[in-house]
């Protein structure tokens, strides 16, 4: 199905420079778009690519269509953030292709007599749904999906197959929980007596705001005592552990492989990087974005980017060497202030 760029900027605004009436049926890259492609340009180091695309048409931001000039011969269409407008453009592409489900429960999925399963919901093949679990509308849950006890599933949820979805756990609406997603699992909690690990029972719950999206084989640990919390908005990688007792805020965002470990609290808009470590008990302010691989050990109460790795050390010679480091400034400092006196000095016995 195709779509004019008239109708597009209609849908999504951005100021449309040549021929509306251009059909695409779709997105491609700029070194293998054709006339019947739609393509974008964010990032400058591809702005030489432009001359050469045949697209029907390029999605690109004002500075850029100023430093492009006539190298692009097709349509365009001008927005601030062209990422995003393709982002938006690609749903409704992706739409068009979309099969919708049909409503109904699988002949071979167990649902307890008790769960309030929503007569447009779609329950797949070898789901299991216990007891008091309630399935809003228009969901959508996959081949082997478990849903716990007491479970709540908002309106239009996609559960892709073996999501697991355990007892008394929460989702708003339109959440995203990707194939092996583990919601609500016990945390990682013992005490230690005398050498011996005791076990500590994990009694609270995971809930989960609406418009969240969790990767294949993420698990978000319930809480301890109170409960584990994601915010409205919220977007996770693949293979992440989310620790019991934490707290994502708002539209914040996690990459591949980051552990969070317990009891951390991210404030709102937050990004960290694939495979970033974060300490337990810490808190994290809003806006603050921490780059991949990167080890955070203590809270971050500014906004800004963070970076930071040491190579493994035995612990005390990493603590000095921290603190060896956070002082180079000032020792910077007093270096060049002995080096102006050995000068004074020097030129005074001349």
Same mark, same amino acid.
């Given at each position: 199905?195709?779509?004019?760029?008239?109708?597009?900027?209609?849908?999504?605004?951005?100021?449309?420079?040549?021929?509306?009436?251009?059909?695409?049926?779709?997105?491609?890259?700029?070194?293998?778009?054709?006339?019947?492609?739609?393509?974008?340009?964010?990032?400058?180091?591809?702005?030489?690519?432009?001359?050469?695309?045949?697209?029907?048409?390029?999605?690109?931001?004002?500075?850029?269509?100023?430093?492009?000039?006539?190298?692009?011969?097709?349509?365009?269409?001008?927005?601030?953030?062209?990422?995003?407008?393709?982002?938006?453009?690609?749903?409704?592409?992706?739409?068009?292709?979309?099969?919708?489900?049909?409503?109904?429960?699988?002949?071979?999925?167990?649902?307890?007599?008790?769960?309030? %399963? =929503?007569? @447009? +919901?779609?329950? #797949?093949?070898?789901? *299991?749904?216990?007891?008091? &679990?309630? /399935? !809003?509308?228009?969901?959508?849950?996959?081949?082997?999906?478990?849903?716990?006890?007491?479970?709540?599933?908002?309106?239009?949820?996609?559960?892709?197959?073996?999501?697991?979805?355990?007892?008394?756990?929460?989702?708003?609406?339109?959440?995203?929980?990707?194939?092996?997603?583990?919601?609500?699992?016990?945390?990682?909690?013992?005490?230690?007596?005398?050498?011996?690990?005791?076990?500590?029972?994990?009694?609270?719950?995971?809930?989960?705001?609406?418009?969240?999206?969790?990767?294949?084989?993420?698990?978000?640990?319930?809480?301890?005592?109170?409960?584990?919390?994601?915010?409205?908005?919220?977007?996770?990688?693949?293979?992440?552990?989310?620790?019991?007792?934490?707290?994502?805020?708002?539209?914040?965002?996690?990459?591949?492989?980051?552990? %969070? =470990?317990? @009891? +951390?609290?991210? #404030?709102?808009?937050? *990004?960290?990087?694939?495979? &970033?470590? /974060? !300490?337990?008990?810490?808190?994290?302010?809003?806006?603050?974005?921490?780059?991949?691989?990167?080890?955070?050990?203590?809270?971050?109460?500014?906004?800004?980017?963070?970076?930071?790795?040491?190579?493994?050390?035995?612990?005390?010679?990493?603590?000095?060497?921290?603190?060896?480091?956070?002082?180079?400034?000032?020792?910077?400092?007093?270096?060049?202030?002995?080096?102006?006196?050995?000068?004074?000095?020097?030129?005074?016995?001349?």
């Amino acid at each position: 199905m195709s779509i004019n760029l008239q109708e597009l900027v209609d849908r999504f605004g951005g100021q449309l420079i040549g021929d509306g009436s251009i059909e695409v049926t779709g997105f491609a890259p700029l070194d293998n778009a054709d006339s019947e492609h739609i393509t974008f340009l964010t990032n400058p180091r591809l702005r030489h690519e432009v001359g050469r695309c045949k697209a029907a048409a390029l999605i690109i931001s004002p500075r850029d269509n100023q430093l492009v000039g006539d190298l692009f011969k097709g349509s365009r269409i001008v927005t601030k953030n062209p990422y995003a407008y393709f982002a938006h453009a690609a749903q409704l592409f992706e739409s068009f292709k979309t099969v919708l489900p049909v409503a109904g429960i699988h002949s071979s999925a167990v649902v307890d007599p008790s769960a309030k %399963v =929503a007569r @447009s +919901a779609t329950i #797949g093949p070898f789901v *299991t749904i216990e007891a008091g &679990a309630e /399935i !809003g509308e228009n969901c959508l849950i996959e081949a082997g999906c478990f849903i716990g006890k007491n479970a709540k599933i908002g309106a239009g949820c996609h559960f892709f197959p073996r999501v697991v979805f355990l007892q008394g756990c929460e989702i708003g609406e339109r959440g995203v929980l990707r194939p092996g997603a583990v919601i609500g699992c016990e945390g990682f909690g013992f005490a230690n007596e005398d050498g011996v690990w005791v076990k500590i029972p994990q009694t609270g719950r995971v809930i989960i705001g609406s418009d969240v999206q969790i990767g294949a084989n993420t698990t978000v640990d319930r809480g301890a005592l109170s409960d584990t919390v994601i915010e409205n908005g919220v977007k996770l990688d693949n293979q992440i552990q989310i620790g019991h007792n934490c707290h994502i805020g708002e539209n914040s965002a996690m990459a591949g492989c980051v552990g %969070v =470990a317990g @009891s +951390a609290i991210f #404030g709102k808009r937050c *990004t960290v990087g694939g495979a &970033a470590m /974060i !300490g337990g008990h810490l808190t994290i302010a809003d806006g603050v974005h921490i780059t991949a691989a990167s080890v955070v050990q203590s809270s971050v109460t500014e906004p800004g980017v963070y970076s930071g790795f040491y190579p493994l050390a035995k612990h005390a010679e990493w603590e000095k060497t921290a603190v060896l480091t956070r002082k180079l400034g000032s020792m910077r400092d007093r270096i060049r202030e002995l080096e102006k006196t050995i000068q004074s000095i020097t030129k005074t016995k001349k």
